[in-house]
């Protein structure tokens, strides 16, 4: 099983600043099978980036995906509001899917 | 509209059944492989279950350990998960999603809530 730590738990930032949000695998993950979802409280996940850097319809231009191997990295360019959630990822590569503990990005 | 709708939550009783329905609309159902993911409260994603469009391929997270069996009707374009001998631990909120791709999930429901309690 690939496990996916994420880092930090809590990013605490103001809106207009970047962030970083980082995913790594104990594991290579085949392809750069990673997504990265966000999920509001009381709200269902959202995918947001697919295969490590491919944005989702509808996805603004803020958010970008990168990495691949062990290491990803979501960014968000400038931080809007609506931002403020919990950001998971996921591998996809091999079975079982596995997603990350989540990274907290919260209004400073 | 394109949507998927989970029901079937409830509170039960350690070591009762419970069987979870997602019903789908507005995609071609039996073209995508769909997967139950869970959410233990204030706990992060975790996958239960997975089944290929055709029903050819199954897998299940190690901890179902034979309890949970994953099905779909393609004419009713419906999704289920039959839960057995439920425990504590199983209590979450229930989300089913549809696969696009290379694999990834790109719809979601809003989930159904199981409390496994006595």
């Known amino acids: 099983e690939i496990v996916l730590t994420q880092s930090p738990g809590t990013l605490s930032l103001s809106p207009g600043e970047r962030a970083t949000l980082s995913c790594r695998a104990s594991?290579?993950?085949?392809?750069?099978?990673l997504a990265w979802y966000q999920q509001k409280a009381g709200q269902a996940p959202r995918l947001l980036i697919y295969?490590?850097?491919s944005r989702a319809t509808g996805i603004p231009d803020r958010f970008s995906g990168s990495g691949s191997g062990t290491d990803f990295t979501l960014t968000i360019s400038r931080l809007e509001p609506e931002d403020f959630a919990v950001y998971y990822c996921q591998q996809y590569g091999s079975s079982p899917w596995t997603f990350g503990q989540g990274t907290k990005v919260e209004i400073k | 509209e394109v949507q998927l709708v989970e029901s079937g939550g409830d509170l039960v009783q350690p070591g009762r059944s419970l069987r979870l329905s997602c019903a789908a609309s507005?995609?071609?159902?039996?073209?995508?492989?769909m997967h139950w993911v869970r959410q233990a409260p204030g706990k992060g994603l975790e996958w239960v279950s997975g089944?290929?469009?055709?029903?050819?391929?199954?897998g299940y997270a190690d901890f179902v350990m034979g309890r949970f069996t994953i099905s779909r009707d393609n004419a009713k374009t419906s999704l289920y998960l039959q839960m057995n001998s439920l425990r504590a631990e199983d209590t979450a909120l229930y989300f089913c999603?549809?696969?696009?791709?290379?694999?990834?999930?790109?719809?979601w429901g809003r989930g159904t809530l199981v409390t496994v309690s006595s």
């Open positions: 594991q290579s993950v085949s392809s750069s099978y």
């Open positions: 295969d490590a850097s």
């Open positions: 089944i290929t469009g055709n029903s050819g391929k199954i």
């Open positions: 507005g995609f071609t159902f039996d073209h995508y492989a």
């Open positions: 999603a549809k696969v696009a791709g290379t694999g990834y999930f790109d719809l």
